[in-house]
């Protein structure tokens, strides 16, 4: 699959493509529609279907000290995005230049001149251009003017509010991995290679794959049943996870750290994603190592039984 950055000219090939535009961060229910009907329109027409992104997103752009909120890597995305039926993903990066583009500019100039694209697909809510100027009308009578068609696929619906990546984010937040995964159709996984810490865990029998949080959202502080596939391999495994900054040892450190059952092995410097399956507890403080490695036993025992149960 093609990974295409929207300031490089487009492979003569995937021009005349139907694209389909939004952020599409979670990749969540709402946007597999639009996506999908991107996908159906494409092929129904024999064209090349495209995914566009957003990176980084609007919103770090212009609050580069938000709290961290990204639900997928550009990797992940184009992993989803293929599995969906796309024939490229196209990175549109948010720079100075594209935040300053007029919503004119942005379908005359990039969507038809640049990309040639023949479609357009969006969600009922898109706005785009300078200062927001775009809406899906504005879309389409500028596309109409540049022989470009659209379509706007309305909200995907769930007990009676649109699916969103806030809706996502907050049940993350509020230590719901499944509802998360409800909305998602997958688990929400980070990923990441595997660094050194201080090794506290091998002394209690409970040694961890540590990986750093980068610019994932941080998941409701507490100890989780995940499973874990080394990339390299497509090994799979299954665990239990604290994230949060381990407020029983000093100093505090902010860190996602797997402890995989019945494995052994080395897993420094190698790519992991670890999916969260389901919450156990709240991360607490302990006053001493065997009472930490008393509940440590005891989530052990609750995270293999969930996840056998799955």
Partial sequence: MRWLDHREPLPEPL??????????DGFHLGHQAVAGEAIAWARAEGRPAIIATFDPHPVRY??????????????????????????????LHFDAALAGTTAEDFVSQLMHRHLGVAGIVTGEDFTFGKGRA????????LASQNGIATRAVAPVMDCGAPISSSRIRQALRDGDPVEAARLLTRPYAVRGIVVHGDKRGRTIGYPTANLELEDYL????????VTGTVLATRQQLAGAANIGIRPSFDPPRELLEPFF???AGDLYGQEIEIAFRHFLRSEAKFDTLEALTRQ???????????????
Avoid: K, W
């Fill in 62 to 91: 212009f609050q580069p000290d938000a709290a961290p909120f990204t639900l997928t890597t550009l990797e992940q995305r184009q992993e989803l995005y293929l599995a969906a039926g796309a024939s490229a993903m196209l990175v």
């Fill in 296 to 310: 440590m036993d005891a989530d052990c025992a609750e995270a293999r039984r969930l996840l056998a149960s799955a």
């Fill in 261 to 263: 059952f019945d494995f």
């Fill in 15 to 24: 021009r005349g493509a139907i694209i389909a535009l939004g952020n599409f």
């Fill in 218 to 225: 941080r998941p409701h502080y507490g100890i989780y049943a």
């Fill in 134 to 141: 775009g809406n899906r009308q504005v879309l389409a009578d």
